[in-house]
T-cell receptor, first 114, second 114 residues
């Protein structure tokens, strides 16, 4: 299994600003995923980030709002841009096995937008 | 398309009682099925997974789940609940048509009464 860390663990931001969340993995992985978990709800996939290619966004999520970088096999960032209170959520990164479908999750970033 | 339905958003059991969390899935091809647990203010942790081997899958912390194709179910059980089992549990499905993407159920909050 992989060990994943995220920074920051939580933040309170003002509307209209942007926040970049970092995800660091202790081993090289091909696939990384970014999820949003709104209060009391399940996980919604934002995008899949593979190293060396553009992130693939799910329906309802766009690159201008959630730009993602994946500069190497152990690191990724997700930016939440031009934030509004509706962006208040937990943002989770995860990594998947190349030949298995299980995922390993970071501890999450709890974002509150005021 | 894949989907997951978890029956019961909240389940309450007494300490020492049987835990049963229900999950039904829909997939057009043989699925990979997972149960994840999320403790407060933490990311998700893999409890167990079904990947077309034995239909009865044993996981961590005494949990197990049985894959029943005829019922399209993957219910999670534990013979005797412990206070530390109180958490949110997510059933998830993935298959090779989704590019390693995983669909999560809505989650079931387990309460354990002393």
């Amino acid at each position: 299994s992989a060990v994943i860390s995220q920074k920051p663990s939580r933040d309170i931001c003002q509307r209209g600003t942007s926040l970049t969340i970092q995800c660091q993995v202790d081993s090289q992985v091909t696939m990384m995923f970014w999820y949003r978990q709104q209060p009391g709800q399940s996980l919604t996939l934002i995008a899949t980030a593979n190293q060396g290619s553009e992130a693939t966004y799910e329906s309802g999520f766009v690159i201008d709002k959630f730009p993602i970088s994946r500069p190497n096999l152990t690191f990724s960032t997700l930016t939440v841009s031009n934030m509004s209170p509706e962006d208040s959520s937990i943002y989770l990164c995860s990594v998947g096995g190349d030949y298995s479908y299980e995922q390993y999750f970071g501890p999450g970033t709890r974002l509150t937008v005021t | 398309a894949q989907s997951v339905t978890q029956l019961g958003s909240h389940v309450s059991v007494s300490e020492g009682a049987l835990v049963l969390l229900r999950c039904n899935y829909s997939s057009s091809v043989p699925p990979y099925l997972f149960w994840y647990v999320q403790y407060p203010n933490q990311g998700l942790q893999l409890l167990l997974k079904y990947t077309s081997a034995a239909t009865l899958v044993k996981g961590i912390n005494g949990f197990e789940a049985e894959f029943k194709k005829s019922e399209t179910s993957f219910h999670l059980t534990k013979p005797s609940a412990h206070m530390s089992d109180a958490a949110e549990y997510f059933c998830a499905v993935s298959d090779n048509t989704g590019g390693f993407k995983t669909i999560f159920g809505a989650g079931t909050r387990l309460f354990v009464k002393a």
